[in-house]
DNA sequence: CGTGGTTTTGATCATAATCAACGTCTGTGG
DNA sequence: CCACAGACGTTGATTATGATCAAAACCACG
């Protein structure tokens, strides 16, 4: 067997159950290794793809941290999203043949790189894998209407716990702690993605700090009292 | 040939070229009759589906409008998008097989019944097919990233004037007038899309109106200068 | 022809933006 | 290893934008 091939496989791939559908048969398990055209790696502020590239493939993370941007005319840009490990990336491309964002590292980072091509071509055979993609855009897009949610209804504080709260989740849900971590992004990131300027998100971060509620040291952060973050993204239900 | 069956199927409907992929073969258009299982109409009102109802089905709009709600823990709701004629509700289920927002319709509605799993069966026998459910639901979250630029970095006027401006196109591209139509929603509901409050969309319109950029008689709009809206939307192009 | 939902407009207020200055960390080259 | 530059973050003072509160007008519809 060819090592190159081997190491390549999503068989055993320790993101597996992140990217792929569960429940599959060993026989699919297989098929789908010819899923994984190749490995990319992109170093910190590097594109993984830019507004305007013609779209081949999707990139399952495999380590590090992205964020996409819509760019407005104008030039001002807004981030759409915080990718992560076991997160799909460029399914905006789909639509036009070309990526509608870019995708830039925050850190250096390692992608599998999925010919779209192959991707429909398997899902045709491999049911659970059509299944799959479907429920993964699904969520992209349930995703997208909570970030509205944040954007039009919500005040600073309440943007931010969320935003945090988010994290954690995701953390926990890759055998991190859900209570310490370290931002991979700058207040001004956090800023665009919730429709702050740095410096109301930097007001917004110490004031929770000054509260107890969570310590920070730069882009440090322990949560130390989730509940009241978590009641601070619903107000209403301790009134 | 049964009369109701006909009825119903996608190979004569006039929104055909809205839903479907373009360039079938007259046999691939035959087996995307099996597509819709049944018509429904939703009154003025009336909920197509509602946040927790179990998912079987995507939805194709025949006729009138909707608005779909996602709903915060507290009551508060925010409106995810308005959907008009030719356009495909419902993919906010798939991730979880249960819907995750409100779909209710603005005016008397009716709508295409899709079932889900059908819909993944003919997809896996028709690639254009399968294609073309994945470039819908890449626009989906391609519109979703534009709204999250909107609410994230506008302000209330561009935010009113990017909104003017996409449902002129979107009436445009069904053969309807791009100049002067009927708002099917209240200020209300626009604000909420917006995050704006529903004086500050009056207040806009208002001036909008003064500056003879539009007119408006209650829902009713013209607008006389699209080119000045589309630089309210991006003012430094002009500067 | 009144009733309720919707829209407009005005006055005031609150939140977050802006402008500004200073602190702090990181990495690079002397 | 230290000094320095530059990016990043914090905090304060002031301002602007849109929210809120309030009242009146308008419209649709039974």
Do not use: W
Not at 82 to 100: P, R, T, W
Not at 149 to 154: A, D, K, P, V
Not at 211 to 232: F, M, S, Y
């Amino acid at each position: 067997m060819d090592l190159k091939q081997a190491k390549i496989a999503c068989s055993n791939c320790n993101m597996r159950e992140l990217c792929l559908p569960i429940g599959l048969t060993t026989d699919e398990m297989h098929r789908l290794d010819q899923l994984v055209g190749s490995r990319r790696k992109v170093i910190r502020k590097g594109y993984l793809y830019r507004n305007g590239d013609s779209f081949k493939s999707l990139y399952a993370i495999r380590t590090g941290f992205f964020k996409t941007t819509v760019n407005a005319a104008d030039g001002r840009d807004q981030v759409t999203g915080f990718q992560m490990a076991g997160e799909i990336l460029g399914f905006d491309g789909i639509v036009n043949d070309h990526h509608q964002c870019d995708a830039i590292a925050l850190e250096d980072t390692e992608v599998c790189v999925i010919p779209f091509d192959v991707l429909q071509a398997l899902s045709r055979e491999v049911s659970a894998l059509q299944n799959h993609v479907h429920k993964v855009m699904s969520r992209e897009i349930v995703r997208d209407h909570g970030v509205m949610m944040l954007l039009g209804s919500m005040s600073a504080d309440e943007r931010l716990a969320g935003f945090l709260l988010n994290l954690a989740k995701r953390f926990q849900a890759r055998g991190f702690s859900s209570s310490e971590f370290v931002l991979r992004m700058t207040r001004e990131e956090i800023g665009s993605y919730l429709g702050l300027k740095l410096e109301t998100v930097s007001r917004s971060m110490s004031r929770f700090a000054e509260e107890g509620v969570i310590e920070v040291k730069q882009r440090q952060v322990r949560i130390v009292d989730a509940a009241a973050l978590a009641r601070l993204v619903n107000p209403s239900v301790c009134q």
